[in-house]
């Protein structure tokens, strides 16, 4: 009799216990920590839910969630790059979160940062992190140099003079540069190609993204731009050897005087000890254009918990929560108006958010990017002139389409 | 005294051209251990440095005491070892059959093992995650170990076939003629002699599955099946890389290996020309 | 009647051996087969699928005639090929120099030494990978450095971010990596090697070049081939060296298929990886059929 009670309470435990749900959740690894203690704040909140955490990383996250969600079988949130999620959207992968959204008020989203997941009018992503890039300078090589540490160059002309003062040359060799890009790496290349791009008015695409309109006089003029501080000697050849990481580390080492990059690479340099200063990108005329891009919470439209998953979203995507949780800047304009985005290092790169344009989303684009990529490799490195390289990617890439 | 001569001069070659091999196939993973023992500052140093200027033990506590890494490890050597295990087994079966017995579909069979080495690793990724899927292998140790089985058991056929093909037969005819089955002369007079073989066979298969990286990435999600390249990958993140960490987890990964290895030089030596069966 | 009984049990012992392979070669086949069938399959039915205007379907070979229309693609195939013959010739090469250097008599120290040359094969790839690049860096590198101060070179040189160089130097780093898999399956294809017949050898006065030639390559040629057909597959299906150093560039100077696979997948455009694959599947295919052919006729 005993032992069939035991059994009895045993059953309704276990009962209770399935009512909750549990939502398993993809994010990288630098998110873990916060994401704990938010998750921690959400089971205390929701008492009986549960969110069970895995752990990405950043060379294994693309290749995962891709086949998860291709194969239906991901989990039911995960935190994904912002200019992969619109492909997911529009194949019918992921549910649609405008409910959400609305609930957490659209309004208070940096418009950039919702556009990158939505389609067709409904809003596929939660964003929580959102950034563009800034220019970094060492004071101290500005100093040197006989410039103004507290002024960074205003636009590209006087970005280009400073270059030029900022490249020191002993014995034939050059020891100092004054910036480097990272041409090494194809995303990281392309994404610095394309807000030069913007900043000279040219275009990616024509509207329905079916022609690239890329042998335009804007479009050569904006690689002409680049590939002139390489042949002027003021940017090293060692550029086409790094990716963004790399770069900061040929800044650290004080072999470049100022670099584009993101406001997470703020915490690094100050930890180097190096007398850093930051400014919005210079451009044509006055502050030039910068791409962004982030991170936003995705539901598979497979996951059978959606409900769940909604809530806990619709709970990350609170300003508090959104401003743990991000590396860089929150896309909330309540959370941007932090304490902790404050500093006056990040100053340059809330301002910069003014003049943004998005990174493109075209199904193909790895295997396009990669065109336009050589092709910019080739006009830095001399082999062809920017307007036969912008001709050719073009080429190239209407005829990948 | 001409022959030893000619017999001092060839040593003296040897050496130069293994000092040579050595210094090429040492020199940078030199750079990686004197890397895993440097402070972040010093590792991007201009001009570079082999050794570091102010050692450190941080990278190593970071990765034995704050990572992941002992679970992978484990996980990794059970994978490992079972998939070398089973590849042997399978491997030199069939490769003892291959290279004794002539019979019809010989090279069509042989042919068709090979497949799964010949696919490239991308292309393989969706499909195995697919079936895994379906039978709830994903995330397992299991799942992963039938993933490098795959790419792993062809050429373990298809390497134990070349090696036992250097061997007589006349051998296992011996042996046959002293009441061993097919079987008994494979195990107790081919093996012995294919030693040498067999052993860097098994090195191969295991490093196959201990440094895979592309399937696994894929295949794994949790600590029950994540394995050390994946492991090693956890030292970055999107816009920082431990590089410290990242090469004292190398290091670490590699010295398991070597030191088993360095313990299987006897049994390297044996065989024919050892004279174990000469005469 | 009474002939049909030796022929029978000669018929039954005929049959035994006829079928005598199977236990030895059937479970390895079987295990492989239901491995390799659903992927091969896979692979080559995304290759002949595509997206049309009617959602999925039935494309032929449409996929891989979109394979040979990409403007990059000669690029791609002649990348490949240089860097297939460069990293296979070299391993072999440096591989077969090493493994006879190895079994030189009077050799001390043999077992260590031979455990330190088979380090870059052990090494994590993806490590070492990041460390060569290191090697190679115009900016903090080892290699400029050390050639510099030996007086070789006068001016740092761009070993990755000169296409002239690249492809080469990308090389160099598959031939690290993949030649003490060959000095270990040479040195040990030299142990089965009778030592009798080399003893006979010798007291005939052939000289140690001779002996190599005639002696104990043809001896190790199965061994060979296979280490062949190895090192063609690995550098046809090889990406992390190449993306870790270069991501393809400079300028596509050491763009090859896997890196365009790569991309394609990372765009889930299986149908154009698979044609790809499948292409280096063919590639593959023709290698391992010689392979097949010359070993069984030999046996």
Known sequence: MKRLLTFGAAVLLGATSTQAETIAWWLPNWDEKPARAIVADYETANPGEKVEIVITTWDTMAQKILVGLQSRNAPDVITELESRTLRYARKGLLADLTGVVTELGKDDFVPSALATGEYEGRYYSVPFRHDGAG?????????AAGLDPERPPQTWA???????????TKDGTTTQYGIAWPLGNVNNGVERYLPLLYDHGGKLFNQDQTRFTLDTPEAIGALDAMANLFKTGVAPMSSLEVDNTGLRELFLNRRIAMYYSGPFDVQPILEAGIKVGTGVLPGLNGMGVTTVDGFSLI?????????????????????????RLTATFPPSYTALKYEQFSSPYLQPFIVQLGRVENMPNHPKWNELERILFDNIQAAVLGKKTSAQAMADANAQMNGSL | MQKSNARTLSIVIAYVVLIALLFFALAPVALMIGTAFKPNVEIFQVPPRWLPRAPTLSNFHKVLFNSGIGRYALNS???????????????????????RFKFRGNRALSLFMLLGQLIPLIALIVPFFQIFDAVGLLDTKIGIALAHLTTALPLVTWMSASYFSTIPVELDEAAIIDGCTRMQALRKVVLPVALPGIISIALFAFLMSWNEFVLASVLTNTDSSKTLPIGLSEFATMFTVDWGSTMAAAFLMTVPVVAVFLLFQKQFVSGLSAGAVKG | MEQARPKAALKRIRLREQFAWMPFVLPGVTVAVLLTVYPTYSVVSASLFGDTAKGTAFVGLDNFAALFRLPQMELYLWNTFLWVIISSTGALVLGVIGAFALEVRGIGLRGLLRSLLILPWIVPHVAAAIVWKWFYSSEFGMLNHVLQSLGIIKRPLNWLSDPALALGAAAVLQVWGTFPFVMLMVSAGLQSIDGSVLDAARVDGAGWFSEAVHIILPALRNVMFIITLILVVWALNSLIAIWILTQGGPAGATSTMPIYIYSAFRDFNLSAASAASCLLLAVSLVFAGIYVLRVTKGA
Do not use: R, W
């Open chain 1, 135 to 143: 220019l970094y300078y060492n004071k101290d090589l500005f100093a």
């Open chain 1, 158 to 168: 006087q970005l280009v003079e400073y270059c030029k003062k900022l490249t020191v």
């Open chain 1, 299 to 323: 539901v598979p439209a497979h996951s059978s918990k959606q409900k769940a998953a909604e809530q806990f979203v619709a709970f990350v995507g609170q300003p508090k929560n959104q401003a």
């Open chain 2, 77 to 99: 050597v059970i994978i490992a070892t079972l998939m070398t295990f089973t590849a042997l087994v399978l491997g030199t079966m069939a490769g003892y059959g291959f290279s």
